[in-house]
């Protein structure tokens, strides 16, 4: 699923994971189909590359330090246009207003582009 993109116009993608290999393969999958990605290996959303406007996040539920849910919560306070996936290897939590999706782990790698095509179309 290759997007052929402006990179003025390449939409964003932050990637909240604190399993490096996870996070890494999230990165790959997405630079791969096209996406501008950032990282991050907890939810310190001011480490966040400044400035850059997020299309879509994909955060992981079990963060060390606060809950995924919480880091979704900062971020759509920051930047209320961007689109949560939420991820976990467990049940998805209670219904929340700020998910606009939630992938269980493990998930393949045409179900994440699946989603993030969905949420961040490419004419978006």
Known sequence: MELNIDPEDQ???????????????LVDILERAGYGVASLGDGDLGAAPGGRAFKVAVVDFHLPEVSGLEVARRLKAGQPQCRVVLISSESPP?????????????????????????????SA
């Open 11 to 25: 939409a964003w993608i932050l990637v909240i994971d604190d399993d490096p290999g996870t996070r890494e393969a």
């Open 94 to 122: 209670e219904p929340d207003p700020v998910v606009d999706r939630f992938l269980a782990k493990p998930f393949s790698k045409e179900a994440i582009l699946g989603v993030i095509a969905e949420l961040c179309p490419p």
